[in-house]
């Protein structure tokens, strides 16, 4: 269907479909933003205005019985996705839904059942992985760049102090793990190519509210790789991947949310304490955002296959309720 678009619904007016997955939506090549949804009609309809977005509905459930939506966009807070997915498959919607899945991985089975039972493709929303930055460290690795991977270090951490903020509430699925480890533990694993074994972790609860503030964790990969990670809320910004390996390592200064110029460092040769070889590799710039939505669209519309099936996602979900039980 080379001159189909996808027809997108987005369930709910949150500011990271606003700021992001609309705008990359509108800029895709193959999707059109049909309708946005919130409980509130004026907020919806307010919302509608100030995007360019035809149609407005007050309520969730009046978008997904549209016939003029054919995927839906769920930027909704984390304890929502299960249901808000499910209802979406069950009304013959696919769905991009936003990070991470779900609460917990027999959450994330149903939603995986409600898609195959509807034939509707499902997707989590980890963007980053979509960028040619992430594309050419991998390549490099493949090729040898720097000898067989030893150990995975990756950290993403931020300043969040808004006691009311959701990312604050547990029963609304947040602490710094859902919120932003989970990327690094996503990172750690596709770089690996495997599943870890086994997991240790540690965590400190947020002062006022039972979730956690700070979490660091060792993912044990077969043939002795390690992923290391710590992510927060109690940091200044921070974001980096490194991949140490046996012939050196690749360095990767903002791998989730890049800006230009995006540059891998390459690191090879040390002897001592001085790399003999150290080489910048720059990646072109790109709207990791819009190349997710459009090989997402390309899938549905074309029948292409995902590159990050929902089975394989459902995994991060394993290695973090792992990490929790392991933390506690």
């Not at 193959?30 to 307010?46: H, L």
């Not at 990172?187 to 002062?207: F, N, S, Y």
């Not at 549905?300 to 995902?306: D, E, F, K, R, S």
């Not at 590159?307 to 392991?326: G, H, I, K, S």
Request: hydrophobic content about 45%.
């Amino acid at each position: 269907m080379p001159d189909q678009k996808l027809r997108w619904g987005i369930l709910s007016t949150a500011k990271i479909a606003r700021r992001a997955v609309i705008p990359a939506i509108q800029q895709s090549n193959n999707g059109i933003v049909a309708a946005i949804a919130s409980r509130d009609a004026n907020t919806a309809q307010e919302a509608a205005h100030a995007l360019n977005i035809p149609r407005a509905f007050a309520s969730y459930e009046a978008m997904l019985e549209s016939p003029d939506i054919d995927a839906v966009y769920i930027p909704l807070p984390n304890h929502l996705h299960k249901e808000w997915t499910i209802r979406a498959a069950q009304h013959g919607k696919h769905i991009l839904c936003e990070k991470p899945f779900a609460l917990n991985v027999s959450e994330v089975d149903e939603m995986i059942a409600a898609a195959k039972q509807h034939r509707v493709l499902l997707m989590e929303a980890f963007m980053y992985r979509f960028h040619p930055q992430f594309a050419r460290a991998r390549e490099l690795i493949a090729a040898g760049a720097i000898g067989k991977v030893q150990v995975i270090r990756s950290a993403f951490c931020y300043t969040m102090n808004r006691p009311n903020d959701i990312r604050a509430k547990k029963e609304m699925g947040g602490g710094a793990l859902m919120d932003v480890g989970c990327y690094c533990v996503n990172m750690a694993r596709l770089i690996a190519g495997t599943e870890p074994q086994r997991v240790q972790a540690t965590m400190i609860q947020r002062p006022s509210d039972d979730v956690d503030d700070a979490f660091a964790g060792i993912l044990y990969f077969p043939n002795d790789v390690l992923g290391i990670f710590d992510c927060s809320f109690r940091t200044d910004y921070t974001e980096w991947l490194q991949i140490q390996g046996t012939e050196g390592r690749l360095d990767i200064p903002r791998p989730i949310k890049p800006v230009a110029p995006t540059e891998i460092i390459l690191r090879t040769g040390e002897k001592s304490d001085a790399f003999a070889t150290s080489t910048i590799i720059s990646v072109p710039a790109a709207n990791h955002y819009q190349l997710m939505v459009e090989h997402f669209a390309d899938a549905v519309l074309n029948g292409t296959p995902l590159q990050y099936p929902p089975e394989l996602d459902r995994n991060n979900m394993v290695v973090m309720d792992a990490l929790f039980q392991a933390a506690k």
